[in-house]
């Protein structure tokens, strides 16, 4: 399946004089704004399940429009349209003697607003239009959510390239750190005092002991371990498609609080510079997942 951003636009022109204009932006649920000619409401109620059947996230907006092109707006206004307007000139007249008489677009433009001539278009017609209308959508949204789905996949690259070079980076921090406890107490033991209770070979084990622990209180191989796991989760949403933007959402959010706790852990520079980068790198992930249904 594919899938879908939640950002797109599509028109249709019918060719009884029918215009329909779909635009769609993201958004947490589906927000329908239907915008109709007064002649089209009863349309309303069909119109709003012909979209929910097809859209299920995103803030969008219909718009039908009755275009200059049908036949029935082409006829001539009624006689007693054009009787009312003539008296209505006559009685400005009266009072205002310096107004100008109507002209004919002015007097086919106010026939039209007092007796719109019928349109002679079908309730099925309206939901034939719509539907073709909500079918281009579609498309365009199918689009966009393809080139969401390409920079997802190369952020996911990105972020994975970067848990492989902070994976043996950690072993040599620990050497590191063990040597340097071992060091600080080999000067300890040369200032303490020669009559100490605790033998060498006992603050030695110590040392190591608190070299250990701190190995496993920086030890972000379960961080990374759920970081991959997250990612892969990722991709097989991506390549499955459908309605996967809450989803994503959530995942996006593990991916965060594993990066944070490896930034947190970390006892190297090398170590922190990753963690900001991915960091960044979700982030430009979270924006983009924030577009797909």
Not at 46 to 75: F, P, S, W, Y
Not at 190 to 205: F, H, I, R, T, Y
Not at 230 to 242: A, V
Not at 275 to 292: G, H, P, T
Request: net charge negative; charged share 25%.
């Amino acid at each position: 399946m594919p899938v879908y951003s939640m950002t797109g636009y599509a028109s249709v022109t019918h060719e009884r004089g029918l215009s329909v204009e779909c635009r769609s932006v993201n958004g947490r649920f589906l927000d329908l704004t239907l915008k109709l000619p007064e002649d089209l409401r009863a349309c309303e109620p069909a119109l709003r399940d012909a979209v929910a059947a097809r859209i299920k996230r995103g803030k969008l907006e219909l718009r039908v429009h009755i275009t200059g092109t049908d036949a029935g707006n082409l006829q001539a206004p009624p006689f007693d349209v054009l009787h009312r307007l003539s008296q209505w000139q006559s009685r400005i007249q009266e009072v205002l003697p310096q107004a100008a008489p109507l002209s004919v677009a002015e007097v086919l433009a106010s026939s039209r607003s007092l007796a719109p001539a019928a349109t002679s278009l079908d309730p099925a017609d309206v939901l034939s239009a719509a539907q073709a209308c909500l079918d281009g959508l579609a498309q365009a949204r199918e689009r966009e959510g393809q080139r969401l789905v390409d920079i997802l996949l190369e952020r996911i690259g990105l972020i994975e390239s970067l848990a492989a070079r902070a994976q043996p980076l950690v072993p040599a921090v620990v050497q590191r750190q063990q040597a340097r406890f071992l060091e600080r107490w080999n000067e300890a033991l040369k200032s303490a005092d020669a009559a100490s209770s605790v033998g060498p070979q006992a603050l030695q084990e110590r040392a190591l002991g608190e070299a250990a622990a701190f190995a496993l209180r920086i030890d972000v191989a379960e961080e990374l371990g759920r970081l991959q796991a997250h990612l892969q989760e990722i991709r097989r949403l991506l390549q499955h498609g459908g309605e996967l933007g809450k989803r994503l959402d959530f995942l996006i959010q593990e991916l965060h609080r594993e990066a944070n706790t490896l930034g947190s852990k970390s006892a190297a520079l090398e170590l922190t510079g990753i963690s900001v980068d991915m960091k960044v790198a979700i982030e430009q992930m979270r924006e983009q997942v924030q577009n797909i249904e």
